[in-house]
């Protein structure tokens, strides 16, 4: 259920067109995003719905300038990014990874976990030996549900790409 703010904000994990429709009948004002956007195609679409912007952020996870890990990005391209979910085991607050062991083992929401920010110390020494060990059983791999647009190139390139056609 949707409910008018002053200014309300939108901000999903799928591109979802029957919620930026009805955010946008809400509110004329409102400052629409939705999750999943990796291409122009996306874009455009969700503008048409009537979003006033989208957000964009696992698409640029594989570009050179982004820090992600090695581990990350061989996460990224693997199947198991198909597999996402909100969980708060690496923080203590909720954001959505592909899902790992320490995920599958604790659930993905556990709360026994210390709050943040706490939760990363927590977890920093499993994490570490894995990823030494090229695994990441216990690494926050943060990713949206759409981990398939991430694609190798600049984010400069990435950003004029999803721009065409605006």
Same mark, same amino acid.
């Given at each position: ?21 009805? +955010?946008?009948?809400?509110?004329? #004002? $409102?400052?629409?995003? !939705?999750?999943?956007? =990796?291409?122009?195609?996306?874009? /455009? &679409? ?12 696992? +698409?640029?996870?594989?570009?050179? #300038? $982004?820090?992600?890990? !090695?581990?990350?990005? =061989?996460?990224?391209?693997?199947? /198991? &990014? ?12 909720? +954001? ?22 706490l939760g990363t110390s ?45």
């Amino acid at each position: 259920m949707l409910h008018a703010f002053d200014r309300l904000v939108v901000k999903v994990d799928v591109c979802n067109s029957n919620l930026i429709r009805q +955010a946008a009948w809400i509110d004329s #004002e $409102a400052e629409d995003r !939705a999750g999943g956007i =990796a291409d122009a195609i996306d874009v /455009a &679409a969700a503008m048409a719905l009537g979003a006033a912007a989208v957000q964009v952020g696992t +698409a640029y996870l594989l570009c050179p #300038e $982004a820090t992600t890990s !090695a581990v990350h990005r =061989a996460a990224l391209k693997s199947e /198991a &990014a198909r597999n996402t979910t909100l969980t708060n085991v690496f923080t203590g607050r909720p +954001a959505r990874g592909i899902v790992n062991r320490v995920m599958r083992e604790l659930g993905p929401m556990n709360a026994a976990v210390p709050a943040f920010p706490l939760g990363t110390s927590a977890i920093t020494p499993l994490r570490t030996k894995a990823e030494a060990q090229g695994r990441g059983d216990f690494s926050p791999l943060w990713s949206g549900q759409n981990a398939t647009g991430c694609r190798e190139i600049p984010a400069g390139e990435l950003t004029r790409s999803l721009a065409e056609g605006l």
